[in-house]
């Protein structure tokens, strides 16, 4: 079989949003695929859905039933085992493609020799074909053979995995798998995946539509996602030491767990979470020191987090509670003046 597309799938009955984007992956022009939806547990009419999928088109939709609530993770572990194509994409349940998502790229992929291949992506808040705003997910001068120079460019700037399709003998012929039970489970095995391609490839057109809605994990903060990003830096960093480019790309590894873990964590936990306990901001910066010291002096640090940002890292590495006073009051005059006009 030439592709395997796998869905997993909680809760996305609501505004059609489920049936959107299987609709777009049950008309795909290529040829010799199986669509793969794994069920985690939804408590809406999800499974129903899949269940009619499944039906509908019995030689291609497979739906799978997992009896507990994994997260997405452990649903694409589900599919990876059952998944049967020489080449294997990932999707969002409430994203969509273009017809000829998966044939452009795995033509592209053929047609070169590449086992990893990539596009562009818009962002849209409406189920539609309209272009919305264009994201470019990766950069020209990362294609082609893969050498030390590019995979230190695509650790730094890996671009969505959903919007990549890679061959099979990187993402399952290989015993890492997705944690279980977090999100931002993509972050975790990334570099690891990036690192065992040969050949990258990069179609510069808008072909994946990543729908923007008020309950998509990038918009909701809580503690729970927020320990769950500092679980992923954590397993990254696993994933690097077993396999043995830990202290080939310290570099880039330290700034990518420096953002995920550290950076990205705390501004969106002073944001998002009510009340701020200073424990939690407290050992995060402890742990951030604990794995490297040093970060504040990583050359991609130095050049990428602007000055304000640093301004406040540091404060709160010296205290805490100057921190979360000062910040508080920053962002209260912040919101006056923009209340005020």
């Not at 985690?40 to 291609?60: A, F, M, N, V």
Request: charged letters at 30%; one cysteine or more; glycine letters at 6%.
């Amino acid at each position: 079989m030439k592709l395997s597309i796998i869905v997993p799938v909680y809760n996305m009955a609501a505004d059609r949003k489920l049936e959107y984007c299987l609709d777009s992956l049950v008309g795909q022009t290529i040829q010799d695929y199986e669509i793969i939806a794994v069920d985690d547990c939804s408590t809406d009419t999800s499974w129903d859905i899949l269940l009619r999928y499944e039906k509908e088109y019995p030689d291609k939709f497979h739906a799978i039933h997992s009896e507990v609530n994994q997260k997405q993770g452990g649903a694409k572990n589900i599919g990876m085992e059952k998944a049967q194509g020489e080449w294997i994409g990932f999707i969002d349940s409430d994203d969509w493609v273009t017809p000829d998502f998966y044939e452009r790229l795995i033509r592209k992929g053929e047609e070169t020799g590449a086992d990893m291949v990539g596009c562009d992506y818009h962002l849209t808040d409406e189920h539609s074909m309209k272009i919305g705003q264009v994201v470019h997910n990766n950069k020209a001068e990362q294609t082609g053979i893969l050498d030390e120079e590019k995979y230190r460019s695509l650790i730094l700037d890996s671009g969505s995995l959903v919007v990549k399709v890679y061959r099979r003998e990187i993402v399952i012929d290989h015993p890492s798998r997705f944690p279980t039970g977090i999100f931002y489970e993509d972050n975790a095995l990334a570099n690891s995946w990036m690192l065992r391609a040969k050949h990258f490839e990069y179609i510069q057109e808008p072909l994946y539509y990543y729908y923007q809605h008020d309950t998509s994990t990038v918009h909701t903060i809580s503690v729970k996602r927020c320990e769950d990003r500092m679980e992923a830096g954590r397993i990254m960093l696993r994933e690097a030491k077993a396999y043995g480019y830990f202290e080939k790309y310290y570099p880039e590894l330290e700034f990518t767990f420096t953002m995920l873990f550290y950076v990205n964590t705390l501004f969106t936990y002073m944001q998002g979470v009510r009340p701020i306990r200073s424990g939690f901001v407290r050992r995060l910066g402890q742990e951030m020191l604990e794995n490297f010291p040093d970060f504040q002096k990583n050359p991609y640090y130095m050049e990428r987090v602007g000055a304000e940002e640093k301004k406040l890292v540091q404060m709160q590495l010296a205290s805490t509670t100057r921190f979360i006073l000062y910040y508080k009051l920053l962002w209260g005059y912040r919101n006056l003046r923009k209340k005020l006009g």
